[in-house]
Structures are given as structure tokens and as C-alpha cells.
């Protein structure tokens, strides 16, 4: 680098839409060049057009996280055009019941889950962080502050979840999108272990229950809101935690 001061560059998957792009805004106030990771390429371009106007600096960036093509593709269009990544959210995921209510997602309950549902959200929830990630870390590691954070849920905490008197007692069980939560945690954890040496600081980040289409638009949060977790890890000063779980309100249970 010259003299010029580092310009910091974030990018977040699935970020066209709910809490991906309320984290991608935010970003940009705060004058961070942002990546609008999206499979659709019209809806990214709309989104980053839309924060470019806001006075963001915003570009999209097709990427599908289950299609390594695509992956591959994105890590070295950053590279030509940027250099380097600073902060990477792994915000994309699905809940394999499409436009539901948690309260009505039958076809989640383990007894009568289709397997192919299951590993469908596997493959994005779970597989796709490690396509991303992998991809992005050469870039990450040319970043004086590499940030990695990792969109979970309350239902990956198998604490609050196993309590029959907690929070979750009321909602039907899952075979496929709160398991997939749970892994996303401990590959968090092995993830913020391997690179604790580098200073990559890595941690998974509970929005909370927000008002998106993958719930049908049920939770009680905005995604602004929801985001603000995000936006605090992806934001960490270099004495900051790593292989943490968050919410809002602080540390959540395992």
C-alpha cells in the first residue's frame, strides 16, 4: 500500500434482501466499500444501486454459495478489483421450509423430515460458509483486521433449545434448519481456533427473531435491528473475542 489510508472492504453473502442488506447499509454509512453477495443478479445490482444512491460505495457480486463456480469467481473479482477483504458475514442461509412461520413448519419435525430437505440446508447453511470462507481467506489475510462473522440463530443453542420449559418449547421440533445452526456454531469455533494466531477474529451472531421472508415476515425485529449484532462483530477492535456466540444483548449459551 502507498500512503493512502486503508479502504476497508466488506462483503456480505445473501445480502439483496432482510438482514443481509440492513448490514450491507449500515456498512456503507459507515464508509466501508461494500460487496452484495446475491445469486439473482438483477436483485444485487438493484440493492447495491440503491446504497450507491443512499451515498454508499456499493458493487454486486453474483454469488451463490452452494455453487463453487460462482465462489471461485467472486474471490478473484474482489481480488482484481480490491485487492484485498476485510470483513466477510456469512449472512446467506435458508430454512429448507421456504416462506414459513417456525410455528408451522411440519415438514421440519425429525420423525417425518425428508432427508433431502435436510441436506439441502446443510449445503447452504453449513457447506456453503466453508466454500466462502475458504475462498475468501487468502484475501482476508492481506487485512490489517480481518473479521469474519457468522449469521446463526437462538435455535443453534442446543441450552435453549433443550430446555422443555425454555424459550423453544412451544415451537415444533427441527431435523434440518436448527441442526444446521448447531454445526455452523462448532465450525465457528474450529474455524476462530485455527486462526486465532493470525488475528482473524471469527464468531457466530444471533439476530434475533426478525421480520423477513424466511419466517413470512412473523418476527417482531426489523432487520436494521437484527443486523445491529452483525455490524458490532464485524466492527471488533483487534482485542476484541473470537469462537464467540452473540446476540444483541451479549453472549448466548452453546
Excluded at 21 to 39: P, S, Y
Excluded at 155 to 170: I, Q
Amino acid at each position: 500500500m502507498t500512503g493512502q489510508a486503508h479502504q476497508k472492504i466488506a462483503l456480505v453473502t445473501g445480502a439483496n434482501k432482510g438482514i443481509g442488506r440492513a448490514a450491507a447499509e449500515r456498512l456503507a454509512v459507515l464508509g466501508m466499500t461494500v460487496l452484495i453477495g446475491a445469486r439473482d443478479r438483477r436483485r444485487g445490482e438493484e440493492t447495491a444501486a440503491a446504497l450507491r444512491a443512499a451515498g454508499g460505495d456499493a458493487h454486486a457480486i453474483v454469488l451463490d454459495v452452494t455453487d463453487q463456480a460462482t465462489v471461485r469467481a467472486a474471490a478473484k473479482r474482489i481480488e482484481a478489483d480490491f485487492g484485498h477483504l476485510d470483513v466477510l458475514i456469512n449472512n446467506a442461509g435458508i430454512t429448507g421450509s421456504g416462506q414459513t412461520s417456525p410455528m408451522d413448519a411440519t415438514d421440519q419435525i425429525p420423525s417425518t423430515v425428508d432427508p433431502h430437505m435436510v441436506r439441502a440446508v446443510f449445503e447452504t447453511n453449513v457447506f456453503g460458509v466453508i466454500a466462502v470462507t475458504n475462498a475468501m481467506l487468502p484475501l482476508l489475510r492481506r487485512s490489517p483486521a480481518p473479521r469474519i462473522v457468522n449469521v446463526s440463530s437462538h435455535a443453534a443453542s442446543l441450552t435453549l433449545t433443550s430446555d422443555p420449559d425454555g424459550p423453544f418449547a412451544a415451537l415444533l421440533p427441527s431435523a434440518a434448519y436448527t441442526p444446521s445452526k448447531a454445526a455452523l456454531s462448532a465450525l465457528t469455533v474450529q474455524y476462530a481456533n485455527e486462526l486465532r494466531k493470525d488475528d482473524i477474529l471469527v464468531n457466530a451472531v444471533a439476530p434475533g427473531y426478525v421480520d423477513t421472508d424466511s419466517n413470512n415476515h412473523t418476527g417482531h425485529l426489523t432487520p436494521t435491528q437484527g443486523a445491529a449484532v452483525l455490524i458490532r462483530l464485524a466492527t471488533l477492535a483487534a482485542d476484541g473475542p473470537t469462537g464467540g456466540f452473540f446476540s444483541e444483548d451479549g453472549p448466548l449459551p452453546w
